[in-house]
């Protein structure tokens, strides 16, 4: 499966046929933009960024967070709403803190997860999900 990276910056991801690393201009939202251009319906975005996955889920994209939860069109409202929420209450200036980093019980969660949508999508797709 191809794996493609979207950053503003240089990564040096491992040598492999099936990654690519793609950098962007810096700038507000220019990677988001980027990886919504090139997302075909069905690719997986591997994304904390919960407006991200509202796009990813609306072009026909799959979204899941690095703490191994796949958004769906179900919960991503909720997550929105939340999201927003926070922003506002830090707009008027509470502090609301950050996530806390991420456990070993996430790495889990996610590599479960992920090895849960690969064996589900991957194989029904051929080539898979890339993003």
Same mark, same amino acid.
């Given at each position: 499966?191809?794996?493609?990276?979207?950053?503003?910056?240089?990564?040096?991801?491992?040598?492999?046929?099936?990654?690519?690393?793609?950098?962007?201009?810096?700038?507000?939202?220019?990677?988001?933009?980027?990886?919504?251009?090139?997302?075909?319906?069905?690719?997986?975005?591997?994304?904390?960024?919960?407006?991200?996955?509202?796009?990813?889920?609306?072009?026909?994209?799959?979204?899941?967070?690095?703490?191994?939860?796949?958004?769906?069109?179900?919960?991503? @409202?909720? #997550?929105?709403?939340?999201?927003?929420?926070?922003?506002? /209450?830090?707009?008027? &200036?509470?502090?609301? +803190?950050?996530? $806390?980093?991420?456990?070993?019980? @996430?790495? #889990?969660?996610?590599?479960?997860?992920?090895?849960?949508? /690969?064996?589900?999508? &991957?194989?029904?797709? +051929?080539?898979? $999900?890339?993003?």
């Amino acid at each position: 499966m191809q794996l493609t990276l979207v950053a503003n910056r240089l990564l040096r991801p491992p040598q492999s046929q099936y990654i690519t690393a793609v950098v962007v201009p810096a700038g507000f939202d220019v990677a988001d933009s980027r990886i919504i251009q090139e997302l075909q319906p069905g690719d997986l975005v591997i994304t904390a960024d919960i407006p991200l996955a509202a796009e990813v889920l609306e072009k026909g994209g799959h979204a899941l967070n690095p703490r191994g939860e796949l958004y769906t069109r179900d919960n991503i @409202d909720e #997550r929105l709403a939340v999201r927003n929420f926070m922003d506002s /209450l830090r707009g008027t &200036g509470v502090m609301t +803190g950050g996530p $806390p980093s991420l456990s070993q019980s @996430d790495r #889990r969660a996610f590599a479960n997860m992920l090895d849960a949508f /690969l064996t589900k999508y &991957g194989q029904a797709q +051929g080539s898979g $999900p890339a993003g």
